[in-house]
Nanobody, 118 residues
Framework: QVQLVESGGGLVQPGGSLTLSCKIS?????????VGWFRQATGSQREMVAT????????NIADSVKGRVAISRDNAKSTMYMRMDSLKPEDTAVYFC??????????WGQGTQVTVSS
């Protein structure tokens, strides 16, 4: 069974940076389409932040974070990363990583809290 564990969240001041990591464990019986980051602020719906193809190099970055976010993966380490710069209070949310498999099967992590505040 595939499991995802996020890390790297915490409290950061506005304008600061942080890097989130998503460690993938378990055996994948098929190759996923994408791996990505989503976030959910209190009282809001979960939204896509950034996704990256598992095999190819294309990425999809949400307009709200474009220019401030870089997503990457290291398949050999089974780990995905997202660096976030110039953080704003509105970036405060629980950040989740997700694997998307054929047939639209999804595997989610438990989330990591990011709080941007002075």
């Amino acid at each position: 069974q595939v499991q995802l564990v996020e890390s790297g969240g915490g409290l950061v001041q506005p304008g600061g940076s942080l890097t989130l990591s998503c460690k993938i464990s378990g055996t994948m019986s098929e190759v996923p389409y994408t791996v990505g980051w989503f976030r959910q602020a209190t009282g809001s719906q979960r939204e896509m932040v950034a996704t990256i193809s598992w095999i190819y190099s294309w990425t999809n970055i949400a307009d709200s974070v474009k220019g401030r976010v870089a997503i990457s993966r290291d398949n050999a380490k089974s780990t995905m990363y997202m660096r976030m710069d110039s953080l704003k209070p509105e970036d405060t949310a629980v950040y989740f990583c997700k694997l998307l498999f054929p047939g639209l099967k999804e595997v989610w992590g438990q989330g990591t809290q990011v709080t941007v505040s002075s």
